[in-house]
């Protein structure tokens, strides 16, 4: 099992930055990916970014050059710098935990996927 806790979100106006953090715990070792999405209202849960253990990032252009996802020095924190927010970032985001493990020798890797419980950013304009 992973837990995963947000914070970092709330108001700003458009244009600011807000920065999102989320801390992993419990079998942290076996966590292979994290990432953020985000869930507008009446909208489905998107991609935000994405970054795996070996620091390869998939972030979705519409906030290219305005987001960026990075680890933290423990590798059980992820933080998403948000700068020159807009109303269309207006959601909550979620973060986001993939984990594989292999059960026993001859065994095919078992994923699994965990969620926080959100935070809600809201950009005014």
């Known amino acids: 099992q992973v837990q995963l806790v947000e914070s970092g979100g709330g108001l700003v106006q458009s244009g600011g930055s807000l920065r999102l953090s989320c801390a992993a715990s419990g079998r942290i070792s076996r966590i292979t990916d994290m990432g953020w999405y985000h869930q507008a209202p009446g909208k489905e849960r998107e991609l935000v970014a994405t970054?795996?253990?070996?620091?390869?990032?998939n972030i979705r252009d519409s906030v290219k050059g305005r987001f960026a996802i990075s680890w933290g020095n423990a590798k059980n924190t992820i933080y998403l710098q948000m700068n020159s927010l807009k109303s269309e970032d207006t959601a909550v985001y979620y973060c986001?935990?993939?984990?594989?493990?292999?059960?026993?020798?001859?065994?095919?890797?078992?994923?699994?996927?965990?969620w926080g419980q959100g935070t809600e950013v809201t950009v005014s304009s």
């Open positions: 986001n935990a993939k984990t594989r493990f292999v059960p026993c020798v001859e065994c095919q890797g078992v994923v699994r996927e965990y």
């Open positions: 970054i795996s253990s070996s620091g390869n990032i």
